[in-house]
């Protein structure tokens, strides 16, 4: 059974509230297609917020207070080194947003603009955008649709489904940051990544473009090991991590509290997923409470880092002829 609500966020646009019978709930936002908070119940049958949010609007219409923080990212998520790229010869410049750089899709992407939103179901919203013809530099008009869909597994599906008239790139992702505990240090969280590779970082903490093997590194989570691992050894972690296939059914990620009990699940078509350990959060400011470094995490489920920057990565260029689709899943339970 489900059970969903809608209501006046601000702005000229609605939130919405979707539940099922087995203690799940997710907020969704038209702003960003954003997940605004997701909840699960612990152990003892206590609600725990264990992806993070606000019920302001103005939290998600200024870049400032939220970072992201459960919206829609794109149209290329993660970093275009000095902001540009080269389609069939042709070269493009894109919005320089961090130094040279550009990063999680330029000035406002697709994480703060306001979506449509229709309901067919209780258990599913519908959001669509139209990205125009160089919206933040980028070529083709850009049909997108992001679906929201709670199972009765404990099941949030995010479907992404995009076309262009013109050859674009994209790596779309969504952006929520969990904490199993609800809050606190994320140190004592169990993680299980099933990659036996990640991209490194040159000096500047940019992905250099070598692919290194995990194995007898601190970054190797091919067995459950605690977050605090790679907390002590590095500081933390903000490196992409890759599969060998894109199999929807494999279980990509799992992490998990022993104080709560819950376990979070991630099952993706995305070649990789960037593991992120909320290094630079200081008096970060969510709905309940202000959270710091090492508090919150992130499972971004995308195509590599820098994908325009280096060829021997995956493409990821959309044609007019073809069809992005891409899905994720985070799955809940209680261990």
């Known amino acids: 059974m489900f059970k969903s609500t809608k209501e006046d966020f601000g702005k000229n646009s609605y939130i919405y509230t979707l539940e099922n019978d087995k203690g799940l709930k997710i907020k969704l936002a038209e702003v960003g297609a954003s997940i605004t908070g997701i909840f699960f119940k612990d152990k003892n049958g206590k609600e725990i917020e264990t992806a993070f949010g606000s019920d302001d609007i103005e939290f998600y219409t ?25 389609i069939d010869d042709k070269e493009y410049n894109i919005t320089p947003n961090k130094n040279t750089d550009h990063t999680h899709g330029g000035i406002k992407g697709l994480s703060y603009v306001m979506y449509n939103s229709i309901q067919k179901k209780e258990n599913e919203v519908v959001f669509s955008y139209v990205s125009k013809d160089g919206e933040e530099g980028y070529p083709g008009n850009l049909n997108l649709i992001v679906k929201y869909e709670i199972t009765d597994n404990n099941e949030i599906i995010i479907d992404y489904i995009a076309t262009t008239d013109k050859p674009t790139p994209l790596n779309i992702m969504n952006h929520s940051y969990f904490n199993l505990n609800g809050g606190g240090k994320i140190n004592d969280h169990e993680i299980f990544i099933d990659a036996k590779y990640y991209l490194a970082d040159d000096e500047n903490a940019i992905t250099s473009g070598e692919i290194l093997s995990t ?35 494999k279980n990509r990620v799992k992490i998990l509290s022993r104080k709560t009990n819950i376990c979070l699940e991630v099952f993706t078509t995305k070649p990789s997923v960037l ?26 489920t995308q195509y590599l880092s820098c994908s325009l920057n280096f060829n021997h990565f995956p493409s990821i260029i959309l ?17």
């Open 62 to 86: 200024d870049k400032a207070k939220n970072g992201h923080m459960g919206a829609t990212v794109g149209r290329v998520a993660g970093r275009t080194i000095n902001a540009k790229f080269k």
């Open 215 to 249: 194995k007898n590194t601190p970054y190797d989570f091919t067995a459950l090991k605690e977050v605090d691992e790679i907390i002590k050894a590095k500081d933390g972690c903000d490196n992409c991590f890759i599969f060998d296939d894109n199999d929807i059914n």
């Open 275 to 300: 593991f992120y350990t909320a290094n630079h959060f200081n008096n970060f400011k969510v709905r309940n409470q202000t959270l710091n470094k090492h508090e919150a995490f992130c499972l971004e």
């Open 319 to 335: 044609y007019p002829d073809r069809e992005y689709n891409h899905r994720t899943i985070y799955k809940f339970s209680l261990i």
